[in-house]
């Protein structure tokens, strides 16, 4: 905890009592968008199981499974991840700003 008191008497206090809540809720408010987009896109991606039957029959791999990422469905599981991604790093980026106005 002594780092981050280093870091803080650098900023400022008025820096962690102006700016951090407006990070907050910037990041707050990207979380929600974030994670409304990623149930649209979940749910308009197909329901096929051509994965899971494919490895069980041993079948071999199709000109459609091997450009599936170029597909709707791929762009789809893309956007889902990125998505994902963005809300753990704006929920890790949340978390981060509360440890420092606990700290200020």
């Known amino acids: 905890m002594n ?3 280093k870091l803080l008497d650098g900023v400022g206090s008025d820096f962690a009592s102006t700016g951090l809540p407006i990070i907050r809720y910037v990041l707050f408010f990207l979380v929600v968008v974030c994670a409304i987009v990623m149930i649209v896109t979940i ?3 197909s329901n ?3 994965g899971s039957i494919d490895v069980l029959s041993g079948s071999q791999e199709s000109y459609y499974s091997q450009n599936k ?3 709707r469905d791929g762009k789809l599981k893309i956007i889902t991840i990125v998505m994902a991604s963005i ?3 704006s929920i890790i980026a949340y978390c981060v700003t509360l440890l ?3 700290q200020a």
């Open 48 to 50: 096929d199981a051509d």
């Open 100 to 102: 420092f106005s606990y």
């Open 69 to 71: 990422g170029s597909s």
């Open 87 to 89: 809300i753990i790093l």
């Open 3 to 5: 780092f981050i008191s």
């Open 43 to 45: 749910l308009m991606q």
